[in-house]
DNA sequence: ATAACAAACGTTATATTATAACACTATGTT
DNA sequence: AACATAGTGTTATAATATAACGTTTGTTAT
């Protein structure tokens, strides 16, 4: 009996698509890319985007409207996200370093919030733009 | 002689409508409630939005595509903004914190980007939400 | 005052991003 | 089999945002 399969067809053809990307891709722009494949709509980019988030595989970059995939240890499952965007070039990096995670996760104030989540995003200049 | 103004008369328009309102107002909100101060069109809210944003006298939530009225001390002309948002009422809060504004300022990485900016955005529950 | 420039304006059209609604299919559980 | 859950395909439409163009207003320099 072969392994329950965590993603579907699309989802799996969506995800491919992000990971093999070197920056963050856009819905439509994914939607162009996998029209070869059989998707046809955008609901169904849509859909396995909704989903591939949930499951932390990949995160939207909200400043861009745009998709990564996830190659950070600290986010786990989307919980605690940061990204570095050069202003410039439009390069978009995961953040990975633990102490900016812990000291985020651990953030608390007096307003009464609970606090599940957090998304952080750096704005800058790269080596290459500077 | 009158002091000269600083913002024109679209931009005070929207700028009233911001700081009046208790939640953060979309962009579309924002032109609906002005047609009866002349402003037609979804260019001359967005191009109020774009320089009030500017002038740090407003922020965007980027992941509510929402606009607010800047509450924070720490912000300085909009370099360093964090959001504390329910994720059931949508309550959306700016943070006046100088521990995590210092802490998230001077933050470097060894990647060679010089770091401008950062937009914070934490979600949770609030107290009623609970 | 007037020329030159920059900023803001008004308008129409269009691009981009995202979701609603509905019928159907596949899969796993009891 | 009966049921529940998740995923699919499709059409239509909603919501968010910008391009392009010409005009007007405000500021600065001579
Ligand atoms: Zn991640
Ligand atoms: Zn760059
Ligand atoms: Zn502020
Ligand atoms: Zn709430």
Known sequence: MTQTQILSKNQ???????????????????????????????????????????LGKIHKVESRNAFVACKNSYCRISKATAFSICESCEKVTEINNSKISKYLSNFEDNTGMTYK????????????CR
Chains 1, 2 share one sequence.
């Open 117 to 128: 989540k957090y998304n952080l995003e750096f704005f800058g200049l790269c080596k290459k």
């Open 12 to 54: 799996q053809i969506v995800l491919d698509i992000i990971e093999k990307a070197k920056e963050p891709l856009k819905a439509y722009s994914i939607l162009f890319n996998v029209q070869k494949k059989g998707i046809k709509a955008p609901l169904q980019v849509y859909r396995a985007l909704e989903k591939l988030i949930k």
